[in-house]
């Protein structure tokens, strides 16, 4: 621990005594920290962990979750960097409206949000408890749209008879329960010039089958459960805050894979029906390097394998220069498109020829998250950045479905 934390977290720890959670903290100490005003922001988005000593249970969630990393994975911190020099030191705030967004009610502070990215260890969160349940409304009329804070002791959630206690006043919110506060963050990524409607993340998800049956974002990524709300509480109906997405279960419901083979003779043809269940695009296209990836692999004679091939599923971007890049704030152009969207099944073929010497082959396909790529100093960063160097999670695969048939040859 620097010494610089140890000193913001002992204060914090003093003031933390008391059963209030929003305390008024001495002009002098406020000079401390994050060099500036640290301890106001704070104060004014209180830290996940104090939330932690009732809400142990959404806590323990939510702290598993990508949502409790959006600041301190060391991919976002190379590719803030990536941006800065890019950008040339405008627009600091771009990157934290939606990883840090309480950067939306401290603005002139935006160089203080780098400069705890960059020690590599924050001492506030990106998206933390206070960031979401803070929200009163969504300012959808720019873009990306801005969260309307209102910053007190009153907590904005899915209850309307919430038990009352001592930390914070609870108001009923019907934006908890509604895509609306999640595409706040989702729906689009800025870039560096108006690509338009290409640059939208989902979709027309809309107008999917599961939208349309009455399924909010909630329903898949928030799924509800029955525990405690609060510590020692009632249980009743409350909402995962492990964010399922590319870590958790929900994966297994992404997609279907189907296989057709015929041998003709020499020549065999597979074609491979990818099923999207998703109701919105997959991948989702920010950061610039998201894809999924269909591979195919053919086992013959002894489970050699004879043929392998693959098909890409993402958005590839150019900057101004025409050429490609994988970061999409220097994009100014889609080069090509081949992201499966809503409920999308798309069928690829592959032609190989029919394997020798032996009674069947084994077709084995999978569908899997790609892990990061880009130019070899951005990757090199990542590493050196990552307490798992080579190991960090960024670099690995994720395996999403795989389905394999053995196909009989004939004499
Ligand atoms: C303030 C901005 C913001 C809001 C609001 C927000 N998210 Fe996110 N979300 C993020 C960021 C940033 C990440 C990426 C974190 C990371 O991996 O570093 C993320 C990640 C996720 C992931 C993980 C994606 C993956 O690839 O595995 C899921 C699922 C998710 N959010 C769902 C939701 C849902 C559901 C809501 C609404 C209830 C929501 N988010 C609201 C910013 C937000
Ligand atoms: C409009 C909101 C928004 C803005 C602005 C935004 N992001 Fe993100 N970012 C997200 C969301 C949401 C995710 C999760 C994406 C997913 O899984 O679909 C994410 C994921 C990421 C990831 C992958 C997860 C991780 O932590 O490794 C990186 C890296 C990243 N963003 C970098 C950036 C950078 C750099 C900028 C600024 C140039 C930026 N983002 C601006 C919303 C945003
Ligand atoms: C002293 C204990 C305590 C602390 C500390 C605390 N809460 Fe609560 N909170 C509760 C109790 C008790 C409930 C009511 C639960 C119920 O009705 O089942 C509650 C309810 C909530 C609700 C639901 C409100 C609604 O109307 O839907 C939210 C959201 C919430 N808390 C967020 C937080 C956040 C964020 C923090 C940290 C900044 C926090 N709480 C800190 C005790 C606490
Ligand atoms: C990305 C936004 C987001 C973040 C971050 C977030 N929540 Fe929530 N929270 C929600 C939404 C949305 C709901 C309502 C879900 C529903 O009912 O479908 C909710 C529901 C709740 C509830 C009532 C239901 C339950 O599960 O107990 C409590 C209490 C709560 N949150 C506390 C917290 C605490 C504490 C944290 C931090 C550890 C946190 N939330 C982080 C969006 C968020
Ligand atoms: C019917 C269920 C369902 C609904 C509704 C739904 N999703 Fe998803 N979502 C999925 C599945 C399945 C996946 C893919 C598997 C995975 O990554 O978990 C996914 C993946 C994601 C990812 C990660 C994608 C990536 O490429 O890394 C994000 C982010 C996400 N969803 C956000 C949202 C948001 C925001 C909404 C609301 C507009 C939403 N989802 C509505 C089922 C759903």
Not at 129 to 154: F, M, N, W
Not at 261 to 290: C, D, F
Not at 297 to 304: C, E, F, R, T, V
Not at 373 to 389: D, K, N, Y
Request: proline share 6%; aromatic share 8%; net charge positive.
């Amino acid at each position: 621990m620097t010494g610089r934390r140890a000193r913001a977290l002992a204060v914090l720890g003093a003031v933390l005594g008391g059963l209030v959670i929003w305390i008024v903290v001495p002009s002098g100490l406020a000079q401390d920290a994050a060099g500036g005003k640290g301890l106001a922001l704070e104060k004014a988005f209180p830290s996940s962990s104090k939330c932690k000593r009732c809400h142990e249970r959404v806590f323990e969630e939510w702290e598993t979750s990508p949502l409790s990393k959006s600041i301190h994975s060391p991919t976002f911190r190379a590719a803030l960097d990536e941006y800065l020099t890019f950008s040339g030191g405008k627009d600091k705030a771009l990157c934290f409206k939606c990883h840090a967004p309480h950067v939306n009610e401290f603005a002139e502070q935006a160089v203080v949000f780098v400069t705890q990215v960059r020690s590599g260890d924050p001492i506030f969160d990106g998206v933390g408890c206070a960031q979401c349940h803070l929200i009163k409304q969504i300012d959808r009329s720019s873009q990306p749209p801005v969260p309307k804070y209102e910053l007190g002791k009153t907590l904005f959630g899915p209850y309307r008879d919430s038990v009352q206690n001592l930390a914070h006043q609870s108001m009923e919110s019907e934006l908890f329960r509604k895509s609306g506060l999640c595409l706040n963050c989702h729906l689009s990524v800025p870039s560096a010039a108006s690509l338009g409607k290409s640059n939208d993340l989902l979709g027309s998800w809309e107008t999917s089958h599961a939208v349309k049956s009455g399924k909010e974002c909630q329903t898949c990524h928030m799924p509800e459960q029955v525990g405690e709300s609060a510590n020692g509480e009632n249980k009743r109906k409350v909402a995962n805050h492990s964010f399922p997405g590319r870590i958790g279960k929900l994966r297994q419901e992404a997609a279907k894979l189907d296989i057709d083979t015929e041998v003709k003779g020499e020549q065999t043809t597979v074609k491979v029906s990818v099923h999207s269940l998703v109701p919105h695009n997959l991948p989702t296209t920010h950061p610039g390097w998201a894809r999924v990836v269909l591979e195919l692999a053919i086992k013959g004679k002894n489970l050699k394998t004879v043929f392998t091939d693959q098909r890409v599923y993402g958005r590839n971007y150019a900057d101004a220069k025409g050429q490609n890049t994988v970061f999409d704030f220097m994009a100014t152009k889609v080069v090509d498109d081949t992201v499966l969207k809503p409920e999308e099944t798309r069928v690829e073929t592959f032609t190989f020829p029919t394997p020798k010497d032996t009674r069947s082959f084994d077709v084995e396909t999978s569908l899997s998250y790609a892990p990061v790529t880009g130019p070899q100093p951005f990757l090199q960063r990542i590493e050196a950045e990552s307490s798992q160097g080579a190991q960090d999670p960024a670099f690995q695969a994720i395996s999403i479905v795989k389905r394999s048939v053995n196909i009989p040859l004939g004499k």
